[in-house]
Structures are given as structure tokens and as C-alpha cells.
């Protein structure tokens, strides 16, 4: 309409008015917004925001006389200069309320994580034992990086978790946790997104183990168009988490989402085979109390179509 192109205040703005236009888009270098972080006063204003987003999970902040107050600052000049570096990147000011960014939540969140701080290591025995061999499995964790491991076998599966994750935890919360991680890991990264950066990812199968290694079943390969980063998981471990694998074990009696990878008996040994090339279907088979679930996949590990027993 005609009226929408004059100059004069239009209520609705009102509503718009925190949305940048798009072209509004910048970058700041890394290194300057991490230069932001290098101060103890800085970081207790990021603190002291997420404690209040922790309370009220919303877009809602503190005005400058609270933040100042509670960060425990009395120069008010001072304490602006800090707030001023913090601006736009890690705090918004919102009409006179300060309020954390997304990426200062994140930072406040690794900060309680411990992912920048903890310097963890330990080793210990855990309740399971290898699918493969029988063995009892170890639980070790260092650099950030959580690993179950046989005495026979070596790794059988890895995660990175922060050294806040895995403290005060005990060996069967440990596994439960690597197990969540590995899971929500896989199917976020099958569903598109990079567990690392969010970037793009995309599904191929069948893959090539890593070089060196070997794998005597069919793996997939899942890679970040933006970043990069690779990983492989089997094919088996694509269909965990498909309804008809999640009801086949309901109906008798078992809920697949509280198991451990290492109750899944389909998970090891051979399962996983190319039935065709052209267009490319990996089947897999899911065994419990001798009944037997079908499930074939396409080269992205989409699921094609399920046989019940
Ligand atoms: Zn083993
Ligand atoms: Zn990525």
C-alpha cells in the first residue's frame, strides 16, 4: 500500500524493530572476540547474565544499575568500559536491558563444563563386558576425550565430553553418558547437521574404513561440507533409533532407547550387507528372542523399507 512508504512512524515497527535488516550480516575475527573474554570483570558479566538466563529460559536480561550491582563493581565508568567490550557479540543491549547472546551462553556453558579448564585423567574399571570378547571393558578418559576400551580389542567407541561431564560421575553413568553422546551424535549428523560446527553434513554408503583399518561391516560415512570433519559409524547404528527397530524391541519387552550400544547384539560382528550396488541397498538385520527384523537402507542410510517378522 501507498501509506507503507512514508517517512512517518508506523506502530508496527514496534515489533520489528531488534530484527537487522539482512543485508546487516557482519563478522568479527575470532581473535578479537576471544580478546573480549581475557578479563575476570568481563567474564563475571557473562556469568552473572547466564545465571539470570539459567532462571527465566527466555530473551530477558538486567539493566546497568542490577548488572553493575551484582557483578560487584562500584566505578560505573569502569565497569561500562568492560560492558563495551563485551557488546554485540557475547551481550546485547535491548532497549536498556543487557541481555546474553547465544554465544555468550555457549561460553558460559563451557566455562561450567569445564571445557576450557579441566585438566581430567583417570582409568577405571567398569560392570560390561566386550560384545566381541567378553572382556571387561575400561572406561579412560584424557584430553576431553572419553574412551571404552577392551584389553583384546582396543577402542570400541569414543567421545568427546568436557572434563565437568565426566566428574562425579560413576563407570556405569560414564558409559551411559558416551552412549547418549554417540547416539544424538550419529543421528544429528545423519539428520544434516555437523556435530562439530553445524555445518552441512552428508550421508554416503557404503565407505571405506579409515586408512589402516579394517571393518568387517558395512560402514557409513557421514562429512561436514563446511568444516571438514569425517566420521564413519556402521550401518547397523543407523537404524537404532528408526520407529519399527524402536517398536520391534517394545513388543517384546525391551525399550532400545535406555540401551547401552553395548546391549545391541546387532551392532557387532558382520551385520551390514550391500544386496545391490545400483541403486545401492545395505541391508541389516535385527535379532531378538529368534525373531528377525529386515531393515534396508539407501547410500545417504535413509531407510528404504522394513520386513517384520
Ligand atoms: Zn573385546
Ligand atoms: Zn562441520
Not at 52 to 66: I, K, P, Q, T
Not at 222 to 251: N, T
Request: hydrophobic letters at 35%.
Amino acid at each position: 500500500m501507498a501509506d507503507d512508504a512514508t517517512d512517518g512512524p508506523n506502530p508496527e515497527d514496534d515489533a520489528v524493530e531488534t530484527d537487522p535488516p539482512t543485508d546487516a550480516s557482519t563478522r568479527i575475527d575470532p581473535a578479537d572476540a576471544f580478546d573480549a573474554l581475557g578479563d575476570g570483570t568481563r567474564l563475571a558479566i557473562v556469568e552473572t547474565l547466564a545465571a539470570h538466563r539459567r532462571e527465566n529460559w527466555a530473551w530477558s536480561g538486567l539493566s546497568f544499575s542490577e548488572l553493575r550491582k551484582a557483578v560487584g563493581v562500584r566505578d560505573a565508568g569502569r565497569f561500562n568500559y568492560h560492558l563495551d567490550q563485551l557488546l554485540d557479540t557475547f551481550v546485547v543491549d535491548d532497549d536498556g536491558e543487557y541481555v546474553l547472546t547465544t554465544a555468550g551462553m555457549e561460553v558460559a556453558g563451557a566455562i561450567r563444563a569445564g571445557t576450557y579448564t579441566e585438566r581430567r585423567r583417570f582409568r577405571t574399571s567398569t560392570d560390561r563386558s566386550c560384545p566381541g570378547c567378553g572382556a571387561e571393558i575400561e572406561v579412560a578418559y584424557r584430553h576431553g576425550t572419553l574412551l571404552l576400551t577392551c584389553p583384546e580389542h582396543g577402542v570400541i567407541f569414543g567421545n568427546s565430553l568436557p572434563g565437568g561431564a565426566v566428574a562425579d560421575r560413576e563407570p556405569t553413568e560414564l558409559l551411559a553418558l558416551a552412549d547418549m553422546k554417540a547416539r544424538r551424535d550419529t543421528e544429528r549428523a545423519r539428520r544434516g547437521a555437523c556435530v562439530h560446527c553445524w555445518g552441512t553434513v552428508t550421508a554416503t554408503m557404503p565407505a571405506e574404513p579409515p586408512d589402516g583399518e579394517e571393518s568387517e561391516q558395512v560402514l557409513a560415512r557421514l562429512a561436514c561440507e563446511d568444516c571438514g570433519m569425517v566420521f564413519r559409524v556402521p550401518a547397523a547404528a543407523c537404524v537404532v533409533d528408526h520407529p519399527a527397530v524402536v517398536s520391534f524391541h517394545y513388543e517384546r519387552g525391551v525399550d532400545i532407547r535406555d540401551q547401552s550400544y553395548l546391549d545391541m547384539g546387532f551392532l557387532t560382528g558382520e551385520n551390514g550387507e550391500v544386496v545391490s550396488e545400483d541403486p545401492v541397498r545395505v541391508r541389516v538385520d535385527v535379532e531378538l528372542d529368534g525373531d528377525r527384523l529386515t531393515v534396508l537402507l539407501d547410500e545417504s542410510t535413509a531407510v528404504v523399507s522394513v520386513d517384520e517378522p
